[in-house]
């Protein structure tokens, strides 16, 4: 093998090494003379790559290029990863490498939009994203019916950035959303992990509304987010492949917030996020007393028992050692479920099973997400 040869080799199994558990690669484009040749990702299994409708295992990549740019004097491989060009120039006797890198979380290469905060979700950074999820127009502003959502995204990254302090960077982290909807959420949340802090993760979408998940793949093809999946199913049918460190549900509607409470404490979870929808489970089985004269009220009773059902979930999950904080992810104007329940597990919490003991005595000694959790646990 010539020393040019051994040279682009040796960059290559670097550049491999660099990917190896991360999903990020986009492509790898070839350029020599006038010609230009792409090698895909196969969005069924990123760990193979498509040339041709020949499929190859990412591994041999080395040798691939070796062979298809031996005769060239000149020539260019772009490896192109989410956040990360790498490029290779082939000289007649050298290779000359150049990375070029967003890495940096800090680094943020335009000033804030106007009347956003953008601590996270930089738009000149982040456009590609932006645009496929309609909060970007296709010339790269924020479209001005999308500021609050853009908001909402942001400040939603910041809130999970805050309690994952603790992940090791280099760790695979596996995230589940529960009741997905089109993903909006779980897509910002890729993109931040993976294209800004870089730490491997994969990403698994279920909701039980099979055009949400339809809607879900289409927006991931066209990312080229491959460490994302998602499947039409419900909460209470989910089995995991391998284990999950983040539990998500926002704004799951009916049941469903217990019911991903109750899978992310049978699964372990590391982290369990939600932000409640319907708290209505409970609503006519709570007994108020001494506060009937409050309770007699209709709006009263429904901010009553709402917060007492969010404070039940608070409580039974600090019943399983979760450290739980309870913030309000975005003005009450916005939408008034805007609270966000953030539980971290292996902090037990004194006193919380008598608490908890205490809270149930006010509604018949049944709350939905311990029953959830037995029918987890007899399946
Ligand atoms: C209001 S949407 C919220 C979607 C998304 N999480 C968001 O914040 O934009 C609620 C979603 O939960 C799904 N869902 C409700 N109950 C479910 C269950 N038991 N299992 C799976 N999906 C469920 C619905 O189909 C719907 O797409």
């Known amino acids: 093998m010539d020393k040019r040869n051994q040279k682009l080799r040796n960059m290559l199994q670097m550049a491999l090494l660099r990917l190896k558990e991360k999903d990020t690669l986009k492509k790898i484009e070839l350029s020599w003379g006038e010609n230009k040749e792409i090698i895909e990702v196969d969005s069924k299994n990123p760990l193979q790559l498509i040339f041709q409708e020949q499929t190859f295992k990412r591994e041999f990549l080395p040798q ?54 953008q601590n996270f979700i930089r738009a000149g950074e982040a456009q590609e994203l932006l645009k496929t999820l309609d909060i970007m127009s296709p010339e790269g502003q924020i479209k001005a019916d999308k500021r609050r959502k853009y908001f909402q995204v942001d400040r939603f990254v910041e809130l999970i950035d805050e309690i994952i302090k603790d992940h090791p960077d280099d760790k695979k982290f596996s995230i589940l959303d529960c009741g997905c909807g089109k993903s909006y959420l779980s897509f910002v949340l890729n993109y931040w992990l993976t294209e800004k802090k870089r730490v491997p993760c994969r990403v698994i979408g279920i909701d039980e509304n099979s055009e949400v998940i339809e809607k879900s793949k289409k927006i991931q093809k066209k990312l080229g987010y491959n460490n994302m999946e998602f499947r039409q199913g419900k909460i209470m049918d989910f089995k ?62 429904n901010r009553l028992a709402d917060i007492f059902t969010d404070g039940v979930r608070v409580s039974a999950l600090e019943a399983k050692n979760y450290r739980v904080s309870v913030v309000e992810y975005v003005s009450p104007l916005e939408t008034p479920k805007n609270i966000m329940l953030r539980a971290t597990s292996g902090y037990p919490q004194p006193g919380a099973g008598e608490r908890l003991k205490n809270l149930k005595k006010q509604v018949s000694r049944e709350i939905p997400l311990e029953n959830f959790l037995k029918t987890f646990k007899q399946l």
Request: glycine letters at 4%; proline letters at 6%.
């Open 64 to 117: 691939f290029l070796e062979k298809k740019l031996e005769n060239k004097e000149r020539a260019e491989i772009k490896i192109i990863e989410r956040g990360t060009v790498i490029k290779l120039s082939l000289l007649p006797s050298d290779v000359k490498m150049e990375i070029n890198t967003q890495d940096q979380q800090t680094q943020h290469t335009r000033p804030p939009e106007f009347g956003t905060r």
């Open 240 to 301: 995991p492949s391998y284990p999950i460190d983040m539990v998500l549900s926002l704004h799951a509607c009916d049941t469903a917030t217990d019911e991903a409470l109750a899978l992310g404490i049978y699964l372990k979870s590391k982290y369990i996020i939600a932000v409640p929808c319907c708290q209505a489970a409970l609503h006519n089985k709570i007994n108020f007393t001494p506060w009937e004269g409050i309770d007699r009220h209709r709006v009263f009773h």
